[in-house]
């Protein structure tokens, strides 16, 4: 079974920075593209992030683009989301996410494993 654990979340003040980590276990890490999401009271969750199994290409959300970076250690087993410039609209459980498949291109929908996910609480 596919086991993503995330951590890192906290409490932060507007403008500063954190740093997620996912842990993943019960897959060959290496051959899996990799996403993150988040879901905030009352709202859908969404998309944040993903980067390829090569760890090539990465894509992002709109309002995400140029304060969020997606990475990955394959050595570790272990996916990051650096975040800065961080907004209170940024409040959410984040989780990540590996589709069923590995070694493909997958599309937003194809992420269909999950973490427990770590709160982000960003104050103003």
């Known amino acids: 079974q596919v086991q993503l654990v995330e951590s890192g979340g906290g409490l932060v003040q507007a403008g500063g920075s954190l740093r997620l980590s996912c842990a993943a276990s019960?897959?060959?890490?290496?051959?899996?593209?990799m996403g993150w999401f988040r879901q905030a009271p009352g709202k859908e969750r969404e998309f944040v992030a993903s980067?390829?199994?090569?760890?090539?290409?990465?894509d992002y959300a709109d309002s995400m683009k140029g304060r969020f970076t997606i990475s990955r250690d394959n050595a570790k087993n272990t996916l990051y989301l650096q975040m800065n410039s961080l907004k209170p609209e940024d409040t959410a459980v984040y989780y990540c996410?590996?589709?069923?498949?590995?070694?493909?291109?997958?599309?937003?929908?194809?992420?269909?494993?999950w973490g427990q996910g770590t709160q982000v609480t960003v104050s103003s």
């Open positions: 996410a590996a589709p069923g498949t590995p070694r493909t291109t997958v599309t937003i929908r194809a992420f269909n494993n």
């Open positions: 019960g897959l060959t890490f290496a051959n899996y593209a």
């Open positions: 980067i390829t199994w090569s760890g090539g290409d990465t």
